[in-house]
């Protein structure tokens, strides 16, 4: 009998294993949840409305139909500390509805709260968000403008590519790899042409962009001449760097690009350091 008795155990045993392992995903958070932070945010009350603020963030993507009535407090006006917290809030929930309020406090003379609602706005996207960050691209702080130029290469805007280059030119550094991820084959050109006129290690962050960009979004033959104006650098620099892309290259490069690097590495390799 304890044979039978131990090969149900064990058979038992596996069952509760495979069971486990292939558990169903914990449930998405009922819309309820929403509602009562919703409820929170509206009593008045400070503690009140911190704590639904917190119910929100925790719910995150899933908390978007509280967005509204952030939103509405944001332009009602709340003491600095919940301010903050609202802004941080929509960001974490990422709904466009927010951009709206957001890209007013982007201008907010309070720089902590043009920070955070810069970020957030990069995170709750639509074209409130891109429109108020092109504007933000102008701002005093530095902090700004950078997060700013970062987070319309997220927004795939590829109308603010001209205002992207003319922060660039400001010295808006992280300008030059949303211009990578965005730019025409002309811009890119537009772009390579910066090369010794803008400190290397920034053009070749936008143009890093260029070069690893899925074939359907940008041409092989805009990253050739990419790939071109490196060479003609012709510096210990320039092989160093291409070096490092023919080491990222992924295995579905077209072979004329694979060509290209491997003509560009030899090409450099006696270059000056």
């Known amino acids: 009998m304890r044979a039978p008795l131990l090969s149900r155990a064990l058979v038992l045993a596996a069952v509760l294993a495979a069971s486990s392992s ?3 995903p914990p449930k998405p958070a009922p819309k309820g949840d929403v509602g009562a932070a919703v409820t929170k ?14 119910d929100l963030r925790i719910l995150g993507p899933a908390a978007g139909a509280g967005a509204g009535e952030v939103s509405n407090l944001l332009n009602k006006g709340l003491n600095d500390v919940l301010t903050q917290q609202a802004i941080d809030t929509l960001g974490d929930i990422e709904s466009p509805d927010g951009s709206a309020v957001l890209a007013l406090y982007a201008s907010h003379r309070n720089v902590s ?3 955070a609602a810069v970020k957030a706005l990069t995170r709750t996207k639509g074209a409130a968000a891109a429109t108020a960050l092109r504007k933000a691209l102008g701002d005093q702080d530095a902090q700004v403008r950078g997060v700013a130029a970062s987070g319309l290469g997220g927004l795939k805007a590829k109308d603010a590519v001209g205002d992207l280059f003319t922060a660039l030119d400001h010295k808006v550094v992280e300008a030059a790899a949303s211009i990578g991820q965005l730019c025409s084959p002309e811009q890119c050109e537009q772009l390579a042409a910066k090369i010794g006129k803008l400190p290397f290690d920034v053009v070749t962050g936008g143009l890093d962009q260029v070069l690893f960009r899925p ?3 940008i041409s092989d033959d805009a990253k050739i001449k990419v790939l071109g104006r490196i060479r003609e650098l ?3 620099e320039a092989n160093r760097y291409l070096k490092d ?5 992924p295995k579905e490069a077209s072979a004329r690009i694979k060509q290209a690097v491997d003509q560009a590495v030899k090409a ?3 270059g000056s350091q």
Not at 44 to 50: A, F, K, L, T, Y
Not at 245 to 249: A, I
């Open 234 to 236: 012709g510096t210990g």
């Open 22 to 24: 292939f558990a169903a």
């Open 245 to 249: 892309v023919q080491s990222r290259l």
């Open 268 to 270: 450099t390799s006696g």
């Open 41 to 54: 945010l509206k009593s008045g009350d400070e503690n009140q409305i911190r704590a639904g603020l917190d």
């Open 113 to 115: 709260l043009r920070r």
């Open 215 to 217: 074939a359907n979004d």
